[in-house]
T-cell receptor
Framework: KAGVTQTPRYLIKTRGQQVTLSCSPI?????VSWYQQTPGQGLQFLFE???????NKGNFPGRFSGRQFSNSRSEMNVSTLELGDSALYLC?????????????FGEGSRLTVL | SQQGEEDPQALSIQEGENATMNCSYK?????LQWYRQNSGRGLVHLIL?????REKHSGRLRVTLDTSKKSSSLLITASRAADTASYFC????????????FGIGTKLQVIP
């Protein structure tokens, strides 16, 4: 079974630009969660999608948005990039249901904002 | 914050020794999980312990959960250099559809 795939793996943007990151979950998984990881802050929860609906949202500004498609693939978008948005963005999938349970992570998309 | 907090933040031990990491959290949980991350890569799930369980084993890993103290510990026995990684506890809080939140992690270095 293929794992969680995130693209692109690395990208460099400048302040003010926007970026879209993609995540393909494990086949059959219906829940996709996104996390931002920065040194010293650990993993900060961004949002979770289940069956194309945002089920949970973290404390991030509206510049951070996401969506999920009918095939469970998910994208997240960050608009008007700031230097502080430089981070490793991790996507995780799980089968879904009322309990999230074990998360299966992708390798992440490392974003550098100059 | 709903995040779990790991302690210590960094740990350095000799190969063959045991490593113990602790996690504390603040509200009622459905389950608590431990993950491992190598050098900024994706996280790998190690073990999940439910709120009604007190101890769980998986190979060289032993996890305990004390819901009265809102704390958990991860013990890695007979550590190996390959265990060098960051370890995170993650909590899924009870009530409704709950997100899984992570602590800052413990950076473990096992010296050969």
């Amino acid at each position: 079974k293929a794992g969680v795939t995130q693209t692109p793996r690395y990208l460099i943007k400048t302040r003010g630009q926007q970026v879209t990151l993609s995540c393909s979950p494990i086949s059959g998984h219906r829940s996709v969660s996104w996390y931002q990881q920065t040194p010293g802050q650990g993993l900060q929860f961004l949002f979770e999608y289940f069956s194309e609906t945002q089920r949970n949202k973290g404390n991030f500004p509206g510049r951070f948005s996401g969506r999920q498609f009918s095939n469970s693939r998910s994208e997240m978008n960050v608009s008007t990039l700031e230097l502080g948005d430089s981070a490793l963005y991790l996507c995780a999938s799980s089968p879904g249901g009322p309990r999230t349970g074990e998360l299966f992570f992708g390798e992440g998309s490392r974003l550098t904002v100059l | 914050s709903q995040q779990g907090e790991e302690d210590p933040q960094a740990l350095s031990i000799q190969e063959g020794e045991n490593a113990t990491m602790n996690c504390s959290y603040k509200t009622s949980i459905n389950n608590l999980q431990w993950y491992r991350q190598n050098s900024g890569r994706g996280l790998v799930h190690l073990i999940l312990i439910r709120s009604n369980e007190r101890e769980k084993h998986s190979g060289r890993l032993r996890v305990t959960l004390d819901t009265s103290k809102k704390s958990s510990s991860l013990l890695i026995t007979a550590s190996r250099a390959a265990d060098t990684a960051s370890y995170f506890c993650a909590t899924e809080f009870s009530g409704g559809y709950q997100k899984v939140t992570f602590g800052i992690g413990t950076k473990l270095q096992v010296i050969p």
